[in-house]
C-alpha cells in the first residue's frame, strides 16, 4: 500500500493547485504554484529521478515561477480581482473535471496496471545522458533551438519602443503593422507606459 | 514504496485541476497556472511509467526532461504576449481578446 509520504505529499500538491487557481490574490496563487511544482519534485525524489527532481526545482521554481510573480507584479491591477466566471461556467468546468476523472479512472481500473511488479533496478543519470545525447539527439538539438528562437521571440514581443514618443520618423526595420497599431493601440499604450511608471513611483514614496 | 496506480491516480486529479482551470478562469495568467499544472500532470506520469515499469529504462525521464524545457519556453512566450495584450487593451480578460479573432 501506499506510504505516509506519498499521501502527504499528494495532499499538499492536489490541494496547492486548487488554491492556485481559486484564490483571489493573483500573487498567492502563483506561490501556491510554486508549491505544487515542489510537490511534484517530491514526487520525482519518490520515484528515484533525482536528477529530474533537480531539473524540475531549478527551472520551475527558480525561473518560471518568479517569472510569473515578477509579470504580474509588473501589470497588477485590482480590478483582476473582481472578474466573475459566472456560476455557470463554473459548473459545467467541474462537470468536465469530474467527468475526466470518472473516464480516465475507469480506463485504469480496466487496465491491468495495477498488478504490475516494480522492479529494483533504478535508471541511471548516465543512462539519461546516454539517451538524450545519441538516440535523442535530433530532439535535443531541435529543442535548443526552440528554446533560443522562443527567448528571441519573448523579447521581441515584449519590447517597449522608447524612441516612438520622442521622434515620430520609425525606424527601417520595423515592419508596416507597426503604422496600423500606432493609430489605435499603441498611443494608449504609450499613455499606460506612463501611468504605470508614476503608480511604481507612488508606491515608492 | 507507492505503486503506479498511486501516481497515475495523483496525476489524473492534477490534470482534471488543469482543464477546470482553463475552462472556468477568464484570467489570462490564471489560464497559464492551468497550462503548467497539465504539464506537470504529465511530466509526473512519464517519470512515474519510467521507473515503476516491470523494465524500467530512462526514456520517460528523457522525454520529461525535454518537456520541463519546452513548459519553460511556453512560458516565457506567453508572458510576452500577455504583456503585449495588456499594453494594447490595458486588461488581460479573455473576452476582450477575442476581437484579435478579426
Given at each position: 500500500?501506499?506510504?505516509?509520504?506519498f499521501?502527504?505529499?499528494?495532499?499538499?500538491?492536489?490541494?496547492?493547485?486548487?488554491?492556485?487557481?481559486?484564490?483571489?490574490?493573483?500573487?498567492?496563487?502563483?506561490?501556491?504554484?510554486?508549491?505544487?511544482?515542489?510537490?511534484i519534485a517530491i514526487f520525482f525524489v519518490l520515484l528515484d529521478a533525482t536528477f529530474v527532481a533537480?531539473?524540475?526545482?531549478?527551472?520551475?521554481?527558480?525561473?518560471?515561477?518568479?517569472?510569473?510573480?515578477?509579470?504580474?507584479?509588473?501589470?497588477?491591477?485590482?480590478?483582476?480581482?473582481?472578474?466573475?466566471?459566472?456560476?455557470?461556467?463554473?459548473?459545467?468546468?467541474?462537470?468536465?473535471?469530474?467527468?475526466?476523472?470518472?473516464?480516465?479512472?475507469?480506463?485504469?481500473?480496466?487496465?491491468?496496471i495495477?498488478?504490475w511488479q516494480a522492479s529494483e533496478s533504478v535508471p541511471t543519470l548516465?543512462q539519461i545522458?546516454?539517451?538524450?545525447?545519441?538516440?535523442?539527439?535530433?530532439?535535443?538539438?531541435?529543442?535548443?533551438?526552440?528554446?533560443?528562437?522562443?527567448?528571441?521571440?519573448?523579447?521581441?514581443?515584449?519590447?517597449?519602443?522608447?524612441?516612438?514618443?520622442?521622434?515620430?520618423?520609425?525606424?527601417?526595420?520595423?515592419?508596416?503593422?507597426?503604422?496600423?497599431?500606432?493609430?489605435?493601440?499603441?498611443?494608449?499604450?504609450?499613455?499606460?507606459?506612463?501611468?504605470?511608471?508614476?503608480?511604481?513611483?507612488?508606491?515608492?514614496? | 514504496m507507492a505503486e503506479i496506480l498511486d501516481y497515475t491516480?495523483v496525476s489524473?486529479?492534477?490534470?482534471?485541476?488543469?482543464?477546470?482551470?482553463?475552462?472556468?478562469?477568464?484570467?489570462?495568467?490564471?489560464?497559464?497556472?492551468?497550462?503548467?499544472?497539465?504539464?506537470?500532470?504529465?511530466n509526473l506520469n512519464l517519470v512515474a511509467f519510467s521507473r515503476l515499469m516491470p523494465s524500467p529504462n530512462a526514456t520517460g525521464q528523457t522525454f520529461a526532461l525535454?518537456?520541463?524545457?519546452?513548459?519553460?519556453?511556453?512560458?516565457?512566450?506567453?508572458?510576452?504576449?500577455?504583456?503585449?495584450?495588456?499594453?494594447?487593451?490595458?486588461?488581460?480578460?479573455?473576452?476582450?481578446?477575442?476581437?484579435?479573432?478579426?
Open positions: 500500500m501506499s506510504d505516509p509520504y499521501i502527504t505529499v499528494s495532499v499538499i500538491t492536489i490541494a496547492s493547485a486548487i488554491i492556485a487557481l481559486e484564490f483571489r490574490e493573483l500573487i498567492y496563487g502563483a506561490i501556491a504554484l510554486a508549491v505544487t511544482l515542489l510537490g533537480m531539473f524540475q526545482i531549478t527551472v520551475y521554481v527558480g525561473a518560471v515561477v518568479v517569472l510569473i510573480i515578477f509579470t504580474i507584479m509588473l501589470v497588477r491591477r485590482e480590478a483582476w480581482l473582481r472578474l466573475d466566471e459566472g456560476g455557470r461556467r463554473r459548473v459545467m468546468g467541474a462537470v468536465i473535471a469530474l467527468a475526466i476523472i470518472g473516464l480516465l479512472g475507469a480506463l485504469l481500473a480496466a487496465s491491468s495495477a498488478r548516465m545522458g546516454e539517451e538524450m545525447l545519441t538516440y535523442y539527439s535530433p530532439a535535443f538539438i531541435a529543442l535548443a533551438l526552440t528554446l533560443a528562437a522562443s527567448v528571441v521571440g519573448a523579447l521581441v514581443l515584449a519590447k517597449v519602443d522608447r524612441g516612438k514618443g520622442r521622434d515620430k520618423g520609425k525606424g527601417e526595420g520595423e515592419g508596416e503593422w507597426d503604422e496600423e497599431e500606432s493609430s489605435s493601440g499603441f498611443e494608449r499604450g504609450g499613455e499606460l507606459e506612463g501611468e504605470r511608471k508614476e503608480s511604481v513611483e507612488g508606491e515608492e514614496r | 491516480i489524473i486529479i492534477l490534470l482534471a485541476i488543469g482543464i477546470y482551470g482553463l475552462t472556468v478562469k477568464r484570467n489570462f495568467i490564471r489560464m497559464l497556472f492551468a497550462v503548467e499544472i497539465i504539464v506537470n500532470a504529465a525535454f518537456s520541463i524545457a519546452i513548459a519553460a519556453a511556453e512560458v516565457a512566450v506567453g508572458l510576452a504576449l500577455m504583456i503585449v495584450a495588456y499594453r494594447i487593451y490595458r486588461n488581460i480578460d479573455i473576452k476582450g481578446l477575442k476581437r484579435l479573432s478579426g
